[in-house]
């Protein structure tokens, strides 16, 4: 029963790709002619050139810039407030106060925090602007990636960290050269988790971005649906197709300790 359930998953999962890599390589003739879930007699790559030519390397840009600057700050500083909240020899009533802090960030949804979050980007003079986006997402990033990363240097033996100070190592040293060592696949999970929810998150920038050219993935999909491609559904399946791919190949790279890093990260 299992397996029969597992194979179910997997053709629900595999229809909605394949029909969408067959349509991306139809003509908009042969896509209204022919049958949906059939290969395209003639393949071409046309669909993907026009989509390339009105500003899709722009958008990619946008999306990865947002992605990295978000990713790298919010991942430094959650695993460093992690071990100051878990193994710092200095821990106190106050960093237990903070971690609270952080849990209670979960409780937060993103679309509760609009309004506010559009008014501190105005305050900022940073309306219409990447790192109006990279902001907020840092801030949302943190919560999430502070859970986890707690959970995984708990796991550490303390003994570990006890033999590093009778040695005479620092804080930060023990945290580099001890920490993120063994940490490694839980910053590879909440690194691969916060680089997936910034490439396709549709609201900050539908918000706070104005103009074209500060535009990223999602954001350029629903322009596409709603402008020169509005019919041309190959086209807008073409965009939809090389949306995913760094995605998928994110995943594929990183699937290892990112299914590590969530097992073992929450394996208490």
């Known amino acids: 029963m299992g397996g029969l359930v597992g194979w179910l998953w997997l053709a629900i999962v595999i229809i909605p790709i394949y029909w969408i890599v067959i349509t991306s390589l139809k003509t908009q003739s042969n896509y209204y002619l022919t049958n949906p879930f059939a290969p395209p007699s003639d393949p071409t790559l046309d669909n993907y050139r026009l989509v390339i030519e ?20 919010s991942v430094l500083f959650s695993f ?22 952080f849990l209670m960030g979960l409780a937060i949804p993103l679309q509760a925090t609009v309004i506010p979050v559009y008014l501190i980007i105005i305050k900022l003079h940073l309306y219409d602007s990447l790192t109006g ?31 590093m100070r009778l040695d005479g190592a620092t804080e930060w040293k023990t945290l580099w050269g001890l920490a993120f060592p063994l940490t490694r696949p839980a910053v590879v999970t909440v690194s691969i988790y916060n680089a997936l929810q910034v490439w396709n998150g549709f609201l900050l920038p539908l918000i706070l971005t104005q103009s074209p050219d500060k535009r ?12 020169p491609y ?39």
């Open 54 to 73: 009105m500003d899709f390397p722009l958008y990619f840009l946008n999306s990865l810039l947002v992605a990295i600057g978000t990713v790298i700050p």
């Open 80 to 101: 460093m407030a992690a071990y100051a909240i878990v193994r710092s020899s200095g821990a106190s009533r106050f960093l237990r106060g903070v971690n609270s802090l």
């Open 133 to 163: 986006l990279v902001l907020p997402s840092v801030a949302f990033a943190i919560p999430l990636s502070v859970l986890v990363l707690s959970n995984f240097i708990r796991d550490v033996p303390k003994e570990l960290f006890e033999s």
């Open 216 to 227: 990223t993935l999602p954001l350029a999909l629903a322009a596409f649906q709603g402008g």
């Open 230 to 268: 509005g019919v041309n559904v190959p086209a807008v399946l073409a965009s939809v197709v090389l949306t995913i791919l760094p995605i998928l190949i994110l995943y594929t790279v990183g699937r290892r300790q990112l299914l590590s890093g969530l097992t073992a990260g929450f394996g208490k």
